[in-house]
T-cell receptor
């Protein structure tokens, strides 16, 4: 079974802090994704990566950056956290060139910025 | 640009009855995949069912079936014989062949009552 692990289930940070959300997958998937989930808005794509050191902006990249130095790890970075970034963050992965393959999700990180 | 619309924020259904959750999509890519995910209160994203744009038959997985009407660009999820454990958020999603992005709708909260 594919396992996608997000390092923290809950996280509380202060406004202005630099925040790292970590995600690791164990199935050698090329593609990795970061979404945020907010009530009434569904899941919105922040960034995705289709290979090591490769990244593409999703629909809401502002205020975020990502890092993919190793194939299994995809990090989401909030350079200066703000209260409007309080949300549930979901990481996912899938093999390359597989538009018919489902994404495998981690359990999510609920981030609160105070 | 690809787009997914779920017009039902909430639905109620009595146990053992069938329920249909609506999903419409928009894309200019002839090759795409449609997915349904379930998210219980625990927060995990559970993949339910997949329909490819070239599939001739509607997808079925146990009590889940997908009513795929390509000309109308709709991909409704049908849950037969609802169970209390079906109470959850349900998300429709689409992935085009020319991009690895999976785009989600805003979700439908289904509540099953005895």
């Amino acid at each position: 079974d594919v396992k996608v692990t997000q390092s923290s289930r809950y996280l509380v940070k202060r406004t202005g802090e630099k925040v790292f959300l970590e995600c690791v997958q164990d199935m050698d998937h090329e593609n990795m994704f970061w979404y945020r989930q907010d009530p009434g808005l569904g899941l919105r794509l922040i960034y995705f990566s289709y290979d090591v050191k490769m990244k593409e902006k999703g629909d809401i990249p502002e205020g975020y950056s990502v890092s993919r130095e190793k194939k299994e790890r995809f990090s989401l970075i909030l350079e200066s956290a703000s209260t409007n970034q309080t949300s549930m963050y979901l990481c996912a992965s899938t093999p390359e060139g597989s538009y018919n393959s489902p994404l495998h999700f981690g359990n999510g990180t609920r981030l609160t910025v105070t | 640009a690809q787009k997914i619309t779920q017009t039902q924020p909430g639905m109620f259904v009595q146990e053992k009855e069938a329920v249909t959750l609506d999903c419409t999509y928009d894309t200019s890519d002839p090759s795409y995949g449609l997915f349904w995910y379930k998210q219980p209160s625990s927060g995990e994203m559970i993949f339910l069912i997949y329909q490819g744009s070239y599939d001739q038959q509607n997808a079925t997985e146990g009590r889940y079936s997908l009513n795929f009407q390509k000309a109308r660009k709709s991909a409704n999820l049908v849950i037969s014989a609802s169970q209390l454990g079906d109470s959850a958020m349900y998300f429709c999603a689409m992935r085009e062949a020319n991009t690895d992005k999976l785009i989600f709708g805003t979700g439908t909260r289904l509540q099953v009552f005895p």
